[in-house]
């Protein structure tokens, strides 16, 4: 199904939806529509919530649609990219939810400017969330996979929080993530992508 993503101008919040198009091979059925910061409150008025991102399906009802989670798993799902059970849907949610507080942290710290939230979020936050998405992975996963023997949307949640939190240079205490991280970008789609995608400041 095609549709029209609208995001700012970085990575953010939308590149997981980028990401699982990407995944899938069909990054070519939908428009990335990028906006800027100076063109925000105009736009703002389009959007669903008031907030970014947001879809529009190109749908008999131009259907609209924000919040970035709910716009990744239904893609997911549409892609085969969400397990083959319903429990496996289960525990990629699990990993999902997991890094998805992880890249929140990183994104609030960041955005304040905040020196004291920036060391609590490196020096606590952090090793504590990849703490815990280690055992996940160590768990749920197997050939380098977060979740049974496929990509998922886990692996690309994963994949983004890292790389959006700036947090690859921790991996070397996470061997499972480490590994997963590097399998992920191994995906045909995906090394596509990130060979082309736009150079931006987040």
Do not use: H
């Amino acid at each position: 199904m095609s549709c029209q993503l609208n995001y700012f101008n970085g990575k953010g919040r939308g590149e997981i939806i980028r990401m699982v198009f990407a995944a899938a091979g069909k990054s070519k059925e939908f428009e990335d529509r990028r906006i800027e910061f100076k063109d925000w409150p105009q736009e703002k008025t389009k959007a669903p919530l008031g907030q970014l991102p947001y879809i529009k399906l190109n749908d008999k009802e131009q259907t609209t649609v924000g919040q970035s989670i709910p716009i990744a798993r239904y893609f997911a799902r549409e892609y085969k990219l969400y397990g083959s059970t319903n429990k496996e849907g289960l525990l990629i949610d699990e990993i999902v939810e997991t890094a998805f507080e992880l890249l929140n942290k990183g994104a609030e710290a960041k955005f304040e400017k905040d020196e004291t939230k920036m060391k609590t979020f490196t020096e606590k936050t952090a090793p504590e969330k990849l703490k815990l998405l280690e055992q996940e992975v160590t768990l749920r996963g197997q050939d380098g996979f977060a979740v049974g023997k496929s990509l998922t949307l886990a692996d690309l949640q994963i994949y983004v929080t890292i790389d959006v939190a700036g947090l690859d240079k921790m991996l070397s205490e996470y061997p499972k993530l480490k590994a997963n991280v590097a399998k992920t970008a191994e995906n045909k789609g995906v090394k596509e992508y990130l060979k082309t995608r736009p150079e931006t400041s987040f």
